[in-house]
């Protein structure tokens, strides 16, 4: 009997010193220490100020961090995530609502490990799991740009967690699971250009942060790397053997896309996109060449395909045997007298040339969201900024006739099998 | 040739003519309402601008198949040279028009959005009426009328 008991006792002990350990586990990967505020913002070299921003455009930071063009860097802007909403933050050097208290190493740890200065954990909208690639020249560059930029007062922005994710210690398990953090390693086979631009594309620029799926748990999928994921509710292409693109990209065409959001034969930009021709067009132009370089070589090993693409013209009425007849001619209909007139053949290049929809990647994506978007809203250039403008069509067709349209481009335009969501898709995107 | 049933400015009718007759055709050629302009055709600059369904549409690009039941208003609506509208009395105070031939246009694109929003910032104003295009140069002037009748709706004033 004493045995017995002792053996029960032993056992409670095992399970206590069990839990002992996991709660010290479970603390080291959801605690961090604060940093020492800094008290006075150091100076930089102006060479440093200058490549930090030549960094922040290539990485796209004012993208979610600047909500007010007025307003650069202060932070505010909402981005719906799975996980609920939440707001970019000031990253001005303001010392009490920005980053002026954070001394070069609060900075390093926040764009490597995914901490604040205080110790609490930032969710991973914020792309750290990129930047932590980032060497540390280019981090200390980066930190010398935001420092020298003027401060501005703007208090955090509550998210809006659902549950339990308003308890920012659990991104400490997501950290263990997508925060890898082994330096990233030029392949030696390859061109000092082609690996200037791997690594900017990793480590600075984020491509894979919307062109690779993600897992429910919100981290990249990294067996399906730049495999086409979703950026802001569009299809962000894929850029790999499964790119959606009907006709090969060159690499000049992929240079001039990136630095200006137009590529002739191929696309305008939209939605997210735009923002990042923006942002590129404002970096070096040696590194936006480094990355076409980088995104061909992926582009590339999509298996050349017979598309209609290749062909030019109008797009053909429904044939007479058509299964989906009645909403097939309803669809050609609009085409031919609401989008036909700028997207037809025969215009010679102008600000009203439009693709010939045949061309158009987003009639070739996977799902149909992206098109909706642009028949629905058009292209509008990102605010101040020139651009193709196309108008949009919510207000112009119902939600039957933007069915009817995009089933129509989807089997004559692309010649590929209906998206079997389409008309659930539709009715999601207008939902007021 | 298809009869087509319209809702134009609060009154029916009926009109014979092409299922892909523009609705700007049809207003203009077949209803006599003069004030939306045929400018681009591409729906790049506004000048047709007309409410349909309490929405500002380019209504050169609207095939007339494709406004089934919903209702139509155009700048006649809103009033005419011995009564003017709030808006269009503001465009004149503003003296907001060169040649004027995006007025009508400007005019039903500023009245969607203070059917809406009856004290909308400035920035709203500029924002709404970014498609609509003046080549004269006046949208410094045409910002500050669709500014002056927010202000007087907002003050009471009717429509």
């Known amino acids: 009997m004493d045995r017995a008991r002792r053996k029960r006792h032993t056992g409670w002990w095992l399970l206590l010193a069990a839990a002992i350990v996991m709660a010290g586990i479970a603390f080291?990967?959801?605690?961090?220490?604060?940093?020492?505020?800094?008290?006075?913002?150091?100076?930089?070299?102006?060479?440093?100020?200058?490549?930090?921003?030549?960094?922040?455009?290539?990485?796209?930071?004012?993208?979610?961090?600047?909500?007010?063009?007025?307003?650069?860097?202060?932070?505010?802007?909402?981005?719906?995530?799975?996980?609920?909403?939440?707001?970019?933050?000031?990253?001005?050097?303001d010392a009490a609502t920005g980053i002026g208290a954070w001394s070069p190493e609060a900075f390093?740890?926040?764009?490597?490990?995914?901490?604040?200065?205080?110790?609490?954990?930032?969710?991973?909208?914020f792309p750290y799991n990129h930047y932590v690639r980032m060497t540390q020249a280019d981090v200390d560059d980066l930190y010398a740009y935001f420092m020298t930029r003027p401060p501005i007062h703007a208090p955090a922005r509550a998210n809006d967690m659902t549950f339990p994710f308003g308890f920012r210690p659990l991104v400490g398990f997501w950290n263990v699971l997508y925060l890898d953090d082994a330096p990233w390693r030029p392949d030696p086979g390859r061109s000092a250009e082609w690996n200037r631009g791997a690594y900017l594309a990793d480590a600075v620029a984020h491509c894979a942060a919307c062109h690779t799926p993600r897992t429910r748990l919100g981290g990249p999928d990294l067996e399906r790397q730049l495999d086409g994921g979703e950026a802001e509710g569009w299809y962000a292409p894929a850029l790999n053997r499964n790119s959606p693109s009907p006709l090969p990209w060159t690499r000049a065409q992929?240079?001039?896309?990136?630095?200006?959001?137009?590529?002739?034969?191929?696309?305008?930009?939209?939605?997210?996109?735009?923002?990042?021709?923006?942002?590129?067009?404002?970096?070096?132009?040696?590194?936006?060449?480094?990355?076409?370089?980088?995104?061909?070589?992926?582009?590339?090993?999509?298996?050349?395909?017979?598309?209609?693409?290749?062909?030019?013209?109008?797009?053909?009425?429904?044939?007479?045997?058509?299964?989906?007849?009645?909403?097939?001619?309803?669809?050609?209909?609009?085409?031919?007298?609401?989008?036909?007139?700028?997207?037809?053949?025969?215009?010679?290049?102008?600000?009203?040339?439009?693709l010939p929809l045949q061309k158009a990647i987003a009639l070739y994506d996977p799902d149909p969201r992206s098109l909706i978007h642009i028949v629905d809203t058009g292209i509008l250039p990102p605010d101040g900024e020139p651009g193709r403008w196309m108008p949009g069509f919510k207000a112009i067709l119902s939600d039957d006739q933007a069915g009817a349209l995009a089933a129509y481009l989807r089997r004559y335009g692309a010649g590929q099998p209906a998206w079997p969501d389409l008309d659930e898709q539709v009715s999601k995107a207008r939902a007021p | 040739m298809t009869t087509y049933r319209l809702q134009v400015n609060g009154k029916p009718h009926a009109v014979d003519t092409d299922p892909d007759t523009?609705?700007?055709?049809?207003?203009?050629?077949?209803?006599?309402?003069?004030?939306?302009?045929?400018?681009?055709?591409?729906?790049q600059c506004g000048s047709c601008t007309v409410i349909m369904d309490g929405k500002p549409v380019m209504s050169c690009l609207v095939p007339v198949s494709a406004v089934g039941t919903r209702a139509v208003r155009t700048v006649e609506a809103l009033g005419d040279a011995r009564m003017p509208g709030v808006l269009q009395q503001a465009f004149i105070d503003e003296q907001a028009a060169q040649c004027g031939y995006c007025i009508a246009g400007m005019i039903m694109q500023a009245s969607a959005l203070l059917e809406k929003n009856t004290a909308p910032t400035d920035a709203q104003i500029r924002a709404h009426m970014s498609p609509n295009l003046c080549r004269c140069g006046t949208h410094m002037r045409i910002l500050r009328a669709v500014r002056r009748a927010a202000d007087r709706l907002a003050a009471g004033g009717k429509r």
């Not at chain 1, 490597?112 to 930032?122: A, K």
């Not at chain 1, 007849?325 to 031919?336: H, I, K």
């Not at chain 2, 523009?22 to 729906?43: E, I, T």
């Open chain 1, 254 to 354: 992929l240079h001039a896309y990136l630095r200006t959001g137009v590529a002739e034969d191929h696309a305008a930009a939209g939605g997210p996109m735009q923002d990042v021709a923006v942002h590129l067009a404002q970096a070096m132009d040696a590194d936006v060449a480094a990355l076409a370089a980088w995104t061909h070589s992926h582009l590339r090993q999509a298996p050349a395909r017979a598309t209609p693409a290749q062909r030019d013209g109008s797009l053909p009425r429904p044939a007479a045997d058509d299964p989906d007849l009645p909403r097939m001619r309803l669809g050609y209909a609009l085409y031919a007298d609401s989008c036909a007139r700028c997207h037809d053949v025969g215009r010679a290049p102008s600000s009203g040339t439009a």
């Open chain 1, 108 to 125: 390093a740890r926040a764009m490597r490990e995914g901490v604040s200065r205080d110790g609490h954990l930032l969710y991973p909208a």
């Open chain 1, 28 to 93: 080291g990967i959801m605690w961090r220490p604060a940093v020492a505020p800094q008290t006075a913002i150091p100076s930089f070299d102006q060479a440093r100020i200058g490549r930090g921003a030549n960094l922040a455009r290539l990485g796209m930071c004012a993208s979610c961090h600047t909500a007010d063009l007025a307003r650069p860097f202060a932070g505010g802007k909402p981005m719906e995530t799975p996980f609920g909403t939440v707001h970019s933050t000031n990253i001005t050097p």
């Open chain 2, 22 to 43: 523009p609705l700007l055709y049809v207003l203009r050629n077949d209803l006599a309402l003069n004030g939306a302009k045929f400018g681009c055709g591409l729906g």
